[in-house]
């Protein structure tokens, strides 16, 4: 049965509603000649698939100007799907996700702009809606000269596997700064052994490193808190200050910003015995994806994980789990819980909103308590391939 789409627009915008078709006028002042070099340079898709877990994940099919949107949503439930569209202001399109009885969904629409010029406004952005309106996007691109909707790239998946590739090995006294900056060693190892205790309790009962690295990111999203407060002024990974991202900070007041969630993340995967990488990258703020990044984008810094689990990568974002705890003027806010929607993203939808623009690492924290089998040796190290006193020392060799 087709749905009548409702569309809610600025009012300078006319748009035609048709029952299973939606026309959407373009306008901005981009010509078809000038815009064809940017196409020109764009790698393609017409398919992406949104998580690699079979019970949790979209598959979204373009072809001409038709759109379709295939999903099993089970482990989680989502509350609706909607997209948002160049020159509309509001949420316009819903469907129920939760009709059918095994989670699954689907649905099909044909949009297309009405004008010829505006090429960097024709998008459409699929909204995944979970619960206390946590969200993660897929954003599809309209080319005017071919007539088609697409998955723009303009190299950013590939990136990103090329640096994780190059990962590095983290050196012994950055390591240490990670978990309590200017701190003996006696002290370092006592605040690694009570975050060790935490993991003990939290994973000692699962076996496996997918599961492991789910519990962890469930935990952290309803453990901390994102400060604001220190976020500002925070433009590269090297203005950050390692006390507020550093583990004995994060136990003591349960806040940091995204270098801390992910160092908490690398850390507690560590001790429950899951590699890990920490990203140092980026993330898009003037436009809706990476695919135009090149043409005037700008970015910010952020931090981010992958976990190594049944012979592969998985990307998780920890911070971006949990979006809505803050503080914020020296309080605390928020809900509870986490929505796991950036928990085992493809590398293709990942790299829509992430792109590794610095290093990714390797932080064995684990490798602290192995050169302290007691709990009680200070002289504890960490093992590299040259010195144990630079930031990067050595290449980090994926299992």
């Known amino acids: 049965m087709k749905r009548i789409i409702s569309l809610v627009v600025s009012a300078a915008v006319a748009v035609t509603v048709l029952v299973g078709v939606l026309t959407v006028p373009i306008t901005a002042s981009a010509t078809l000649a000038a815009y064809a070099v940017v196409q020109s340079k764009l790698s393609r898709a017409y398919t992406l698939k949104t998580h690699n877990d079979a019970d949790f994940t979209a598959t979204v099919k373009l072809n001409g100007n038709k759109l379709a949107i295939n999903g099993r949503f089970v482990k989680y439930t989502l509350s609706g799907i909607y997209l948002t569209t160049s020159s509309v202001s509001k949420a316009e399109w819903t469907f129920d996700v939760s009709s059918n009885a095994d989670g699954t969904c689907s649905t099909e629409l044909t949009a297309a702009p009405t004008e010829t010029s505006g090429l960097k406004n024709a998008y459409i952005r699929f909204v995944f809606k979970g619960n206390s309106n946590y969200t993660f996007k897929v954003t599809v691109e309209y080319d005017m000269i071919k007539k088609e909707w697409f998955f723009g790239d303009n190299g950013t998946e590939k990136n990103n596997q090329e640096y994780i590739k190059r990962a590095v090995t983290l050196g012994a006294d950055a390591l240490k700064d990670y978990i309590l900056p200017d701190g003996t060693d006696t002290q370092i190892l006592a605040v690694l052994n009570k975050l060790n205790d935490t993991v003990t309790k939290l994973t000692g009962s699962i076996s496996g490193d997918y599961e492991k690295a789910a519990r962890i990111s469930e935990y952290i999203g309803n453990f901390m808190y994102y400060d604001h407060d220190s976020s500002h002024g925070i433009t590269t990974q090297d203005s950050v200050k390692p006390s507020t991202v550093s583990i004995s900070h994060i136990l003591d007041t349960k806040r940091s910003v995204c270098v801390g969630y992910a160092n908490m993340f690398a850390a507690m995967c560590e001790l429950a015995g899951v590699k890990t990488l920490t990203i140092i990258g980026c993330v898009p703020t003037s436009q809706r994806t990476f695919w135009d990044i090149t ?9 981010w994980n992958l976990f190594y689990a049944d012979g592969a990568w998985h990307n998780v974002d920890s911070l971006w789990d ?14 509870t819980g986490s929505f796991p929607f950036y928990f085992d993203m493809t590398d293709a939808a990942f790299a829509q909103l992430h792109r590794i623009d610095t290093r990714a690492e390797y932080r064995d924290y684990k490798a602290l308590l192995k050169d302290s089998p007691d709990g009680k040796d200070p002289n ?20």
Request: no cysteine; glycine share 14%.
């Open 322 to 335: 949990a979006p809505t705890r803050g503080y914020n003027s020296g309080e605390y806010s928020g809900g």
């Open 380 to 399: 504890i190290t960490v093992k590299t391939p040259d010195t144990a006193t630079t930031k990067n020392t050595g290449v980090f060799t994926p299992p």
């Open 295 to 303: 043409d005037n984008g700008v970015t910010a810094l952020h931090n």
